[in-house]
């Protein structure tokens, strides 16, 4: 299993940026899929964004041309640039990884969009 955490979350105004960030403990390189999920109160888990080991990306309706996600392999990192953000992006943002099977998330981190 793979060890996630994220960081990045705070507090923002609509319309501002954050960029989440999730380390992973192993080499990036070995995973076949890494996602962000989002969880608003009162509301299920959502996809927000995937990329595959092949730099394939993909978004949810809601997010395009706001957020990018991408990963540096020199750091086993996992990112998530988020641009333009509003008030229903307002949720805890978990990190997910599939290797060799195995489904691994990390704890959460909150964002909050708000005046």
């Known amino acids: 299993q793979v060890q996630l955490t994220e960081s990045g979350g705070g507090l923002v105004q609509p319309g501002g940026s954050l960029r989440l960030s999730c380390e992973t403990s192993?080499?990036?390189?070995?995973?076949?899929?890494m996602e962000w999920h989002r969880q608003a109160p009162g509301k299920e888990r959502e996809l927000v964004a995937r990329?595959?080991?092949?730099?394939?990306?993909d978004y949810a309706e809601s997010v395009k041309g706001r957020f990018t996600i991408s990963r540096d392999n020199t750091k086993n990192t996992l990112y998530l640039q988020m641009n333009s953000l509003k008030p229903e992006d307002t949720a805890v943002y978990y990190c997910?990884?599939?290797?060799?099977?195995?489904?691994?998330w990390g704890q959460g981190t909150q964002v909050t969009v708000s005046s």
């Open positions: 192993g080499t990036i390189l070995s995973i076949f899929k």
């Open positions: 990329i595959f080991g092949s730099g394939v990306e």
């Open positions: 997910y990884a599939l290797r060799a099977g195995i489904v691994s």
